[in-house]
Structures are given as C-alpha cells and as structure tokens.
C-alpha cells in the first residue's frame, strides 16, 4: 500500500514540474478578467463561489446543515443544564450589545452588496452568527429562544437551505436571471440571491447551535 502512496506522490511531482502552468499561459489579470466579465459583477470571489464552483458551495451549504443537525443530535440526550452562565457587569453588556449592532450592520451590507465589494455569503453569516452570540450572552436564554421560536427561525433556515439548492441546480443547469447592468446592486443573475440565501442560513444555524449550547452546556 505505501509503493501506491508513494508513486501516486511522485506522479504528482512529475506533473507539477513537467505539464504547464495554467497561469503561464493565461495572467492572474486576465483569470479574473474573465471571471468579472462571464458574471457581471465586480467581486471576482463571489463569481468564483456562487458561478464557476457552484457544485462545491451547495455541499458547502449541506455540510454546514448536517453539523448543526448533529450538535442537536449529540447534545439531545443531555439534561438542560440548570445554570447559565453569563455577563452581569454593565459595561460588558454595553460593549456586548454595541459589537452586536455593528455586526448585525455588517452582516446586512455583507449580503446585499457582497457581490459588489469584498465579502459574501458566508463572511455575512458569520457576521450574523456574531452578533446573535453577542446579544446571547448578556440576554435571558429564555427571551432569546422566545424570538427564535416567535420568528420560526428553524422553519425559514430550513427553507433557506432548500430555496438554495434548488436556485443552484437550477443554475448549473443553464436558467439564470437577467445579468442586469455592472456593478448595480441587482446584478449578476442570482448570484445576489444566493448570496443572500447562504448568509441567512449561516446566521440562523449559528442562532440554533447557540441556542442548543446554552440549553444544554449553560454557556456559548
């Protein structure tokens, strides 16, 4: 088994030193030239993620969807712990609640103008995610899955998740929205809604494993 590994590796040696290099024969400018031009939108990495590996970010999606179903699977025969543990302290609620604000600020301008500017789905999720950790720990648990359950947020993340796939399949098969004009905030077919549809699913899926976290373990 180790000679396999061991010609595999030198295979791939010998191709690396002997088979051309793609960026000698086209520029990184002229890459990400192409890239902007096929998908009409100036951030070359939104283009590349949501258009050109289109398959990868969709089990990117899923994966993510089946870790969150397993911290509720692993955490479901636990008991609830009976304290939580949380800021008391006035000035670390401010701070908690004023990085919260500017999260949740990023997070918005993240998934509405991610494929105009650096940044995307997954940055404004995680951005999402933050904010809802931070008004996590110096909040009630109970307030907060109050409006977790109140805005049926596990409902509208599973829905995001499905609207996802079934918009990319669509795409990978060839439908796409009208391009619109170049570097408008509705441009780039439905790069904007995947955009979208991935950052509200990474910000509720981080809400639920909060949520879980907290019920169970007593902190984040």
Known sequence: MKWIYLLAGLAFYLKMLWLPDPDSLMGGGQIVS???????????????????????????????????MGVRYLLADEKPSATVRQFEDEPSIVLARLG????????????????????????????????????????????????????????????????????????????????GQFGALLSGGSIPLLNALVALKVALGSWAAILLFIRYRGLL
């Open 34 to 68: 192409a890239i902007v031009s096929d998908t009409a939108i100036p951030n070359a990495v939104s283009g590349i993620i949501f258009r050109n590996r289109l398959y990868d970010t969709i089990f990117e999606v899923v994966v993510f969807t089946l870790s969150i």
């Open 100 to 179: 919260a604000t500017i999260a949740a600020l990023v997070c918005i301008e993240l998934m509405l103008r991610g494929h105009l500017s650096p940044g995307g789905g997954f940055a404004a999720g995680v951005a999402g995610g933050t904010a809802i950790g931070l008004v996590a720990i110096v909040s009630p648990a109970d307030w907060m899955e109050g409006i977790y359950k109140r805005w049926q947020a596990s409902k509208l993340e599973k829905l995001s998740v499905l609207v996802f796939i079934v918009l990319a399949v669509a795409t990978l098969g060839g439908w796409a929205l009208p391009s």
